[in-house]
Structures are given as structure tokens and as C-alpha cells.
Nanobody, 119 residues
Framework: QVQLVESGGGSVQAGGSLRLSCAAS?????MGWFRQAPGKEREGVAI???????SYADSVKGRFTISRDNDKNTLYLQMNSLTPEDTAMYYC????????????????WGQGTQVTVSS
């Protein structure tokens, strides 16, 4: 069992930046960030393996950067050039046995942190 705690969400104007963090209670190989906007399904944003391999959703490529500190068991998401379409609850997840941006592949989830981008 891995516990995940996100932080760093908030409100920002379009074009601004935020950095999300996720503290994990233990080591996991594949970790990722997901988001869910009101009335929409949860979607994958970015994933990272312990070796640093990454994958991004097309909607965030070039704007978001996922990273991790394996010594601290901490996951990060640097979000730049934010738009109102990025407004959502952002979740950290871990425990996937497959390399995938699909939320159903992940076993462990944090409680989420809200990101709101105003125009």
C-alpha cells in the first residue's frame, strides 16, 4: 500500500505557472499525474518511470514537465503557460503494472489538489 499526498495547487491567471508536488510513502516505479474537470472523465496528463522515462498527453506537451526525486519519493509537475482549459482537480497516482496514461491502470491515488486558471 502506497499513500500519496498532493500539494501545490491554487488559482492562477492564464499564462501563469504552478508546480505540483506529490509525496509518496514508499517507492513505486511508474507514477503519474491525472486530472478531472467538472463533468468530464479523469484523464492522464503525464507519467514517469523510476529511470526517468516520461510520456505526456498531447494537450500538455511543451508546457508541462513531470519529474521525480527518487531519494525523497516525491513526484513533481511543473505547469507553464496555463490556460483555463487546464482547470481541474489534479491527482497523483502510482502502482501501474503497465506503461499507460489510462487512469484505470493505477492502483494508488492521492486526494487531489485543485488547479484553477482564470482568463
Amino acid at each position: 500500500q502506497v499513500q500519496l499526498v498532493e500539494s501545490g495547487g491554487g488559482s492562477v491567471q492564464a499564462g501563469g505557472s504552478l508546480r505540483l508536488s506529490c509525496a509518496a510513502s514508499g517507492y513505486t516505479n511508474k507514477m503519474g499525474w491525472f486530472r478531472q474537470a467538472p463533468g468530464k472523465e479523469r484523464e492522464g496528463v503525464a507519467i514517469i518511470a523510476s529511470d526517468g522515462s516520461t510520456s505526456y498527453a498531447d494537450s500538455v506537451k511543451g508546457r508541462f514537465t513531470i519529474s521525480r526525486d527518487n531519494d525523497k519519493n516525491t513526484l513533481y509537475l511543473q505547469m507553464n503557460s496555463l490556460t483555463p482549459e487546464d482547470t481541474a482537480m489534479y491527482y497523483c497516482a502510482a502502482g501501474a503494472s503497465w506503461w499507460s496514461l489510462r487512469p484505470e491502470r493505477y492502483s494508488y491515488w492521492g486526494q487531489g489538489t485543485q488547479v484553477t486558471v482564470s482568463s
